[in-house]
């Protein structure tokens, strides 16, 4: 059972830069798709982006399509998300999690990390 770890989240200021990571323990992260996902107050939890198991193959919602970059270093068992011209409305708390090929979230969710976002 994989366990994962957010960070790197914080406040900024609109159009500022943020890289969030995902560590993972486990010896089968080199073998799984790996998602990012958000969730706003009084929000449902939504999909943000993934990456295939060898990072060959990325998928993004539209609404983060051109700012946001999902990447994975499997020798240090990590997956990243730069975040580029951060918006007020990127404001959440960001998760990651394995996932399917239909990009539903795997497994359990760890505690995740606050991005907010000042205009």
């Known amino acids: 059972q994989v366990q994962l770890v957010e960070s790197g989240g914080g406040l900024v200021q609109a159009g500022d830069s943020l890289r969030l990571s995902c560590a993972a323990s486990g010896r089968t992260f080199s073998s799984r798709a790996m998602g990012w996902f958000r969730q706003a107050p009084g929000k449902e939890r939504e999909f943000v982006a993934a990456?295939?198991?060898?990072?060959?193959?990325?998928n993004y919602a539209g609404s983060v399509r051109g700012r946001f970059t999902i990447s994975r270093d499997n020798a240090k068992n990590t997956v990243y998300l730069q975040i580029d011209s951060l918006k007020p409305e990127d404001t959440a708390v960001y998760y990651c999690a394995t996932v399917g090929n239909d990009l539903r979230p795997l497994g359990s969710w760890g505690q995740g990390t606050q991005v907010t976002v000042s205009s």
């Open positions: 990456v295939n198991w060898s990072g060959s193959r990325t």
